[in-house]
């Protein structure tokens, strides 16, 4: 479960989040919704620990994140909206280091890593250096690396952006996978067909603060599976669903 | 459009006129001084070494001698700076060179080659520096008319030097392209550039379980193993240190017989200095967002890089003890307690500037050496006192260790 509670953050004069609240319950998907500068990526690095709040707190299954942040951390998954890397790693090595710092079991972490890899098409890419990825095949990555380790908290910061279809309906049917599981998902994202199709909830931001929260039942369910141009896509890329 | 010749060469001027200007805003006040003291000191530096020689070619052969002696050395110094060019020019055209995708931009070949010349020459005005010191250095010795006569041809050697290397950087990038049909010149080249590093793949990770700050350190040293810029700093810590131990087998005649412990001394200073800005380039290394989002402590982080310097001091002590055979036992215990506890104040001291001004590894840099250079001539006033200075540092700069959890990116 994730709480975040008055959460303030300032840059300078600019109000970036003003006392922001809402929580997201174990398994549920939130999506964050914004235009450019609402603050979502603030509230999403805030909740990750990368910037500290002005004033509020954030807490990961009831651990306060800038007071035990390495306790927070271990159960908190964070995919940036540009992520960032050792580039002269190779994804592989990128997420054996990962896995070794998150404590988790090599011989397991692996063989997930490596489904993760390959349900994203990055397997015959993944003794590549990072630094020889494009911004998607990036994006996915950064994706792998953030659940990991099935977090309790997952932070989505415009996550399928990016994505190619195939790996984009992977990456939803992973967030899916991962809410039933019992995971606290909060997803930004411009797109607003995303969170149609993927949130149970959603928060829109305006200048910083929480405008509205709307639950699904306000904008219905989607039609199941793919839709017929995803479909299309998803023949002739080959992909098994 | 098609663009023409003329507008292609007018562009490229302008590009070229308004980098120079942003380049040159880049530096502020401080560190434009910083380099003009560091021109001085190697123009004063180079001047000194070539000042004795000449005076000697002058005494022997009188001002022809001097002036021919004086133009063998600047050609020697065109020729490194043309060669450097060279590499450096034929290395930028095969990986990217700056700037947009140029084959994208319908710019003549000619005009772009010259543009892409000159970014990769203009390092080359650094020999400026030298090469004054050197013409500096056969002032006197040589009529002062012919020594102002001297300014324009030297001039031109260095600017036809550092065409040439951007000539033969091109070739030499040319000769590895792979030629698609239809593509020639400097476009085959380009469209090929990145592609052997696209190619490059690493053998398959070791998925182990080990402690986090293991990890962070065998990261630290797969990291230097492939960004040079990190790598040098460790080679140039190797290197000095290697000399060091070979300053014990300096030839020593009877009035100098400190001379091999002093050179063993300061070379290996010297090399822990280096080891030290290693150590907080491998802070610079870490990206701000992975290392923060993830799990990690101060202490993993802290002790990642100690474990490093440790290694490296260790390594260092044992060089010298098998190297220093012809000192007692006493002695030799002391100059390793000398070095041993000074390379590992450095490294405090560099891990801690490091870590605690994470990402920003330049200031650490900076706020290093302004200590380093701080203990040194506190020693040179008063000796032991650059002992206090580097101790007082260490204090210091871990007084600033609690405040790591908080830092931010900005």
Redesign the interface.
């Known amino acids: 479960m994730l709480i975040i509670h008055e959460l303030t953050r300032r840059y300078g004069d600019l109000v970036a989040l003003d006392r922001v609240s809402f929580e997201v319950q174990s398994g549920e998907i939130v999506g964050l919704l914004g235009a450019n500068g609402a603050g979502k990526s603030t509230l999403l690095r805030t909740a ?5 709040p002005d004033e509020g707190r954030v807490e990961v299954e009831g651990i306060d994140v ?1 007071n035990e ?3 927070a ?2 159960r ?1 998954g ?1 995919a ?1 909206e540009e ?4 580039e ?3 994804a ?2 990128y ?9 988790l ?3 397991s ?2 063989r997930r890593a490596h489904e993760l890899l390959e349900r994203l098409g990055l397997t015959g890419r993944r ?3 990072v ?2 990825f494009s911004h998607g095949m990036r994006k996915k990555l950064s994706f792998v690396a953030a659940v990991l380790h099935r977090p309790a908290v997952l932070l989505c910061d415009e996550a399928l952006d990016g994505f190619d279809a195939a790996g984009a309906f992977e990456a939803k049917a992973e967030l899916g996978a991962l809410a039933r599981d019992g995971a606290a998902v909060l997803f930004s994202s411009h797109v607003t067909e995303t969170i149609e199709r993927v949130c149970d909830r959603a928060v829109l931001l305006h200048a910083g603060r929480v405008a509205r929260q709307l639950s699904r039942s306000a904008w219905g369910d989607p039609a199941p599976g793919p839709s017929p141009l995803e479909r299309e896509f998803l023949a002739v890329a080959g992909a098994e669903h | 459009m098609r663009a023409t010749p003329d507008s292609d060469s007018t562009a490229f001027r302008f590009l070229r006129h308004h980098l120079t200007r942003r380049r040159l805003s880049q530096l502020d006040l401080r560190l434009k001084l910083e380099l003009g003291l560091l021109a001085a000191l190697i123009m004063g530096f180079v001047f000194w070494q070539v000042r004795g020689a000449f005076a000697s070619v002058a005494f022997q052969g009188g001002a022809g001698t001097v002036v021919s002696a004086l133009a063998i050395t600047w050609l020697g110094l065109a020729l490194i700076s043309g060669g450097f060019v060279a590499v450096r020019h034929a290395h930028r055209l095969r990986t990217r060179p700056p700037g947009p995708a140029w084959l994208s931009l319908p710019a003549s070949e000619r005009a772009l080659a010259r543009h892409l010349a000159w970014d990769s020459g203009v390092v080359a005005a650094w020999t400026v520096v030298p090469g004054v010191g050197i013409w500096c250095a056969a002032w006197g010795y040589v009529p002062w008319t012919w020594s102002l006569a001297l300014v324009l041809p030297l001039a031109f050697v260095l600017l036809g030097a550092c065409w040439m290397g951007t000539w033969v950087g091109e070739r030499i990038a040319m000769l590895g392209a792979r030629r698609a049909p239809g593509v020639h010149g400097l476009a085959a080249v380009l469209s090929e550039s990145g592609a052997s590093a696209r190619a490059r793949r690493r053998g398959p990770a070791r998925w182990t379980s080990r402690p986090g700050w293991m990890a962070l350190s065998l990261k630290d040293l797969r990291i230097t193993l492939r960004v040079g810029s990190v790598r040098r700093h460790l080679a140039t810590s190797l290197l000095f240190w290697i000399l060091s131990a070979l300053a014990w087998r300096l030839p020593s005649p009877p009035h100098m017989r400190d001379l091999e412990w002093v050179s063993a001394f300061i070379l290996a200073l010297l090399g822990s200095a280096a080891l030290g800005e290693w150590l907080v380039s491998l802070s610079g290394a870490d990206p701000f967002q992975t290392l923060r989002s993830l799990p990690v402590g101060l202490g993993q982080v802290w002790f990642a890089r100690a474990a490093l310097a440790l290694a490296a001091t260790a390594g260092l002590l044992t060089l010298h003890a098998a190297a220093a055979s012809g000192l007692t036992p006493h002695a030799l215990r002391l100059f390793l307690v000398w070095v041993g506890g000074a390379t590992l104040a450095i490294a405090a001291l560099a891990v801690n500037y490091g870590v605690t001004l994470f990402p920003r590894a330049d200031i650490a840099q900076r706020l290093l050496g302004l200590s380093l250079g701080l203990a040194v001539a506190a020693s040179l006033m008063i000796p032991l006192l650059g002992w206090i200075v580097l101790l007082s540092a260490v204090l210091h700069s871990a007084r600033r260790l609690s405040r790591w959890s908080r830092l931010e990116e900005a």
């Open positions: 990750a620990g990368l910037q500290a800038w942040p390495q306790a951390k271990r908190l964070y940036a992520p960032t890397f050792y002269e790693l190779s592989d090595e997420l054996a280091f990962i896995a070794v710092l998150r404590n079991d090599p011989v972490a692996r003794d590549e250096p630094m020889q």
